[in-house]
């Protein structure tokens, strides 16, 4: 049977989730569990996120390593019907290395969700030997920052964009990236000290958009160019500006890049650029369920989670 269970409960007895119940940033977090019985000990647990726009399952744990299809498949029947009352979609992601993958992808899709590209979450440890190197990497492109500079690119942190000017920034940002950073802000707050954004002129040219989970961690959740400059270089401001605040950091910070596998410009970077400072890199599986199913899905999804 399915129950709705407190986070303090569920991380007592699945300790590795202690996170959600922990932070701050997780308000509207809740846990459903498979029990034999009312009052019994969990032997699956879910934890998700509500919001108006959708269900996020942050985490998904079995008593057993491998995982059990029967009871994942229970307790994600549970969540979609539940959303689908409300006419809710639900994203599910997770982490490839799972002992439990292949078992949890198995009864994703056999619950009805559709998986789509998956996401690469890049992990940087922003401490003084990451520093160094990024600094090195500044002095070789030296002349290339300074040539930007004499185009007359200039980097400007969110800090110091007023907000009346906010909304039309973010909405030629939806428009042409299709990315909603204010959707994205009210999920996680956004670090608005270590957002920048590259303007020509008045025009946007490039820009980075960093949420804040928690006070040592950082999440680089979008970044790009406009189309008539992705071969200029000039993301390489707002992407500099923010890599070299995270080491001037009391406490070590550990920040995440994420972009999808379909993302090609991101996935280059990553393997080129970003390389001077990431640590590991790791695959997450990536599936949504929305309650319309078909061609509404994939709108859906595009709309909401396209990096």
Not at 89 to 116: H, M, N, Q, W
Request: charged share 25%.
């Amino acid at each position: 049977m399915i129950l709705d269970v407190p986070l303090e409960k569920a991380t007592a007895d699945f300790p590795g989730l202690g996170l959600y119940a922990e932070s701050a940033y997780f308000p509207d977090t809740q846990a459903v569990a498979f029990c034999e019985s009312d009052g019994a000990k969990p032997l699956s647990l879910a934890v998700f996120r509500r919001s108006d726009q959708g269900w996020d399952v942050l985490d998904i744990r079995d008593i057993r390593p491998e995982g059990d299809d029967k009871r994942y498949g229970e307790l994600l029947g549970a969540l979609i019907f539940r959303a689908k009352k409300l006419c809710l979609p639900i994203s599910l992601r997770f982490f490839e290395d799972r002992r439990d993958y292949e078992t949890l992808c198995r009864a994703a899709s056999c619950a009805g969700f559709v998986k789509f590209p998956g996401l690469y979450s890049a992990i940087s440890h922003a401490d003084e030997a990451m520093g160094n190197r990024w600094e090195d990497f500044k002095k070789k492109r030296g002349r290339f920052f300074e040539r930007l500079a004499a185009k007359g690119y200039r980097n400007i942190p969110l800090t110091d964009i007023a907000a009346s000017d906010r909304a039309a920034i973010y909405s030629g940002i939806k428009k042409e990236y299709n990315y909603d950073a204010e959707a994205a802000a009210r999920q996680i707050p956004a670090d608005e000290e270590n957002c920048f954004f590259a303007f020509r002129a008045s025009r946007l040219a490039a820009f980075c958009f960093v949420l804040r989970p928690s006070p040592t961690q950082m999440i680089f959740d979008f970044g790009g160019a406009n189309h008539r400059e992705r071969y200029s270089g000039v993301f390489l401001m707002p992407l500099s500006a923010f890599i070299s605040k995270t080491y001037r950091y009391p406490e070590t910070q550990t920040i995440i890049y994420l972009f999808h596998e379909n993302n090609a410009e991101m996935v280059n970077l990553a393997r080129h650029t970003l390389s001077i400072v990431i640590d590991s890199t790791k695959y997450k599986a990536n599936f949504f369920y929305s309650p319309r199913g078909g061609q509404a899905q994939d709108e859906r999804y595009e709309r909401t989670h396209e990096t």
